[in-house]
């Protein structure tokens, strides 16, 4: 087996064969090769980083091994023998485990019911009774404590998180994929996560460990592997390597890791929230009592677990949501329940937490969905008649200032990858020289470059005098962006800290519920 994998098998000696090989996969899409002779193995006892920009092909070569697709050629080992992994029940039954980044539980079923769903050998009435003792066992051995009755809706995203270990670990599996396992975590939560992969470590198990986070794969990975445009461009110890290295590996140039950022120099509020009000989908209170300012020259970063009022706030500050009661002040003027155009027009720039459900017009070219907001006042109108020729001068230099991607402006927006959607609403948004950017989650789920990109921009904008208002699960990024850092939890603000002295262990504990104890600033 040794000689089957060429340098990938080196340090691994020759009668121990990996736990896992993957050698010379190959899957392509309709225009598109995902993965281009890629070999990736894994060994017993290890955390194992996948890395590598949106569009590498980590997604596709996780699900080729969990049996979600097929490759086109090449084959997969599990402990030295061939494997032939059809579907998710062929994988389980090697003993392959994959937490996906979004859950797949059932929440109106207790934890013990999702373990026994699709479970082989639970009898037919009543099998999360036999599920429990198993549960509460496995959940002491790798101290993830969650109650085996508890119904799943009723869980954080950190217990359900660990419900979805332990399925895992409940089914056998002893190579465990997880993808991006820290992003609705607290700090807190994260290190919990991290000693249970300590403990899984110790017990054999492999860990497939996939996230866009650096500084995580430093912290818990013992090899990392990284891919570029379908190809594995290089796999190495942890301990001999470093993030710049990485992000140079992933993007193929030179990453800035720390935003070059001046002084603060905030002017005039942009922003005035006062006892804001509002309910989420399910008519439940969603915002209860949320006061902030967002003041001209300054970015305030919202920081928080998901689902603790992030998405209803910044709907109900760019008129998606109504407000049940509350005053908001955008730009010296009161503008509360008011349209989407109302308030865009009032100099409102927002980028929004779904690009594609909500940032662009899919089958929409290019060039349209950058005069979306504008198509309606000159230049590019003239009565009812588009002018062609000023939509097309503007586009082009869109696409040119933002390095957007695109072979055409006139190309489906659809058609672009995540990284380049995000600058074309960008483009779109702060063209208008926005006096207020709301931006939700901005960089997430895209690339080190990408997000470079981004991040620089909304400096720009704060240099330029511009009040943004930066909502992100993304910690790092909400510290080293940030002017100043609320904490939102429970659809209430735990508090508000400068960025300066903010600690990741002040902002984990507010994260959790406790309110910050000094006086806000």
Not at 163 to 169: D, F, G, Q, T
């Amino acid at each position: 087996m040794a000689g089957t994998n060429g340098e990938n098998l080196a340090h691994t000696p020759a009668t121990t064969p990996p736990m896992l090989l993957m050698q010379d996969i190959v899957k392509s899409f309709p225009g598109v090769l995902a993965n281009d002779h890629v070999t990736f193995e894994v060994r017993a006892g290890e955390v194992h980083a996948l890395l590598g920009e949106h569009g590498a092909g980590k997604t596709t070569l996780m699900n080729i091994l969990y049996g979600l697709c097929r490759p086109d050629s090449g084959r997969i080992f599990i402990r030295g023998k061939e494997a032939h992994i059809r579907s998710p029940r062929d994988a389980i039954a090697l003993g392959i485990g994959m937490v996906h980044q979004h859950f797949k539980l059932v929440y109106p079923h207790t934890v013990a019911e999702n373990v026994a769903l699709g479970l082989a050998g639970t009898p037919f009435f009543g099998p999360a009774r036999v599920v429990e003792r198993g549960l509460t066992e496995l959940s002491q051995r790798y101290n993830l404590p969650v109650d085996p009755k508890a119904k799943v809706w009723q869980l954080s995203a950190g217990e359900q998180q660990r419900v979805e270990i332990l399925k895992a670990l409940y089914r056998g599996a002893e190579i465990l994929i997880l993808d991006e396992p820290t992003s609705v975590l607290t700090p807190q939560e994260t290190l919990e996560l991290f000693k249970v992969l300590e403990r899984m470590k110790e017990e054999g198990h492999a860990v497939i460990f996939i996230t866009h986070k650096l500084q995580e794969v430093m912290e818990v990975a013992d090899r990392v592997t990284v891919m570029r445009q379908g190809k594995v461009v290089g796999t190495l110890p942890v301990s001999e390597t470093d993030k710049a290295s990485l992000a140079r590996m992933m993007v193929g140039r030179e990453v800035v890791f720390r935003i070059a950022k001046g002084e603060c120099r905030p002017g005039e509020e942009s922003l005035i929230v006062e006892d804001l009000h509002a309910l989420n989908d399910r008519a439940l209170p969603a915002l209860r009592g949320v006061s902030l300012t967002v003041c001209r020259g300054e970015i305030l970063g919202i920081a928080g677990v998901a689902g603790n009022g992030q998405r209803e706030l910044v709907e109900v500050l760019t008129g998606l949501r109504r407000a049940q009661r509350g005053k908001v002040w955008i730009l010296g003027q009161e503008l509360p329940n008011r349209s989407p155009r109302r308030i865009a027009e009032a100099g409102v720039a927002h980028i929004p937490e779904e690009r594609i459900r909500m940032g662009i017009v899919p089958g929409m070219s290019v060039e349209d969905n950058l005069i979306l907001k504008k198509h309606h006042r000159p230049p590019f109108c003239r009565g009812p008649f588009l002018q062609l020729r000023e939509v097309r001068r503007f586009a082009q230099r869109g696409v040119e200032e933002y390095k957007i991607m695109t072979p055409s402006p006139r190309t489906s927006a659809k058609l672009l990858s995540g990284g380049n959607i995000q600058k074309l609403i960008l483009a779109r948004e702060l063209s208008g020289e926005p006096g207020l950017v709301i931006a939700a989650h901005p960089t997430y789920g895209l690339d080190v470059g990408a997000t470079e990109l981004i991040r620089q921009l909304l400096i720009r904008q704060r240099d330029a005098g511009v009040g943004v208002l930066l909502v992100s699960e993304d910690l790092e990024e909400i510290i080293t962006l940030s002017d100043r850092i609320a904490v939102i939890f429970g659809g209430e603000i735990m508090g508000v800290v400068p960025a300066a002295v903010a600690t990741r262990e002040e902002i984990g504990l507010m994260m959790a519920g406790e309110r910050r104890r000094v006086p806000n600033p």
